[in-house]
């Protein structure tokens, strides 16, 4: 019985391989299928980049968007995220802004959605777990301009803010999250 490969399949079969932590089969798999006709949907990327994120796979992440971008499909903010996540885990503190940067700057340099609230907690965090203290306060500054500092942003500059040992500062970051 032949099956005409669509998106839910491709999305299914994708799910497999990204469950198991095999991203490059994923990857193969998605690009025999794009070969064949078939349009993937986003979240069938966002799986693999996702997993291959947790694995500390930063290769197979980057295989699995740079496949989504062949395929032009557009990336969402679950992609970025992911991709973000699969930085802040495997590469340097730089390359993580350098991605947050590039999508706040939009078209065309990224072609997705923009950056979310998890965007910036994510860069936020990965600073604050490098030490980077004054980047930390600086891209909560531009996150609080932006309307998206979250409890889980503030609870990060707090903890920045106390690493350096000024409770004064802490205490206002507090006081800021509590007013509406």
């Known amino acids: 019985?032949?099956?005409?490969?669509?998106?839910?399949?491709?999305?299914?079969?994708?799910?497999?391989?990204?469950?198991?932590?095999?991203?490059?089969?994923?990857?193969?798999?998605?690009?025999?299928?794009?070969?064949?006709?078939?349009?993937?949907?986003?979240?069938?990327?966002?799986?693999?980049?996702?997993s291959a994120?947790?694995?500390?796979?930063?290769?197979?992440?980057?295989?699995?968007?740079?496949?989504?971008?062949?395929?032009?499909?557009?990336?969402?903010?679950?992609?970025?995220?992911?991709?973000?996540?699969?930085?802040?885990?495997?590469?340097?503190?730089?390359?993580?802004?350098?991605?947050?940067?590039?999508a706040d700057g939009g078209a065309p340099r990224w072609p997705g959605a923009p950056p979310d609230a998890v965007s910036w907690n994510t860069a936020l965090g990965a600073a604050a777990r490098a030490g980077e203290h004054a980047l930390v306060e600086s891209l909560f500054d531009e996150q609080s301009e932006r309307g998206l500092a979250d409890t889980q942003a503030h609870n990060v500059a707090i903890r920045s803010t106390l690493a350096l040992g000024n409770g004064t500062a802490a205490r206002a970051l507090l006081r800021r999250m509590e007013s509406p």
């Not at 903010?77 to 590469?91: D, G, I, K, V």
């Open 1 to 50: 019985c032949a099956v005409t490969p669509d998106a839910p399949l491709a999305h299914l079969a994708v799910s497999g391989h990204a469950h198991a932590g095999d991203a490059a089969g994923g990857v193969r798999l998605l690009a025999g299928l794009v070969s064949r006709g078939c349009a993937p949907s986003a979240g069938s990327f966002d799986v693999l980049i996702q």
């Open 53 to 102: 994120g947790r694995k500390r796979d930063l290769g197979g992440a980057v295989a699995a968007y740079s496949l989504m971008r062949r395929s032009r499909v557009a990336p969402t903010a679950f992609t970025l995220n992911s991709l973000l996540a699969a930085r802040a885990r495997a590469a340097p503190l730089p390359s993580v802004i350098s991605l947050l940067r590039r």
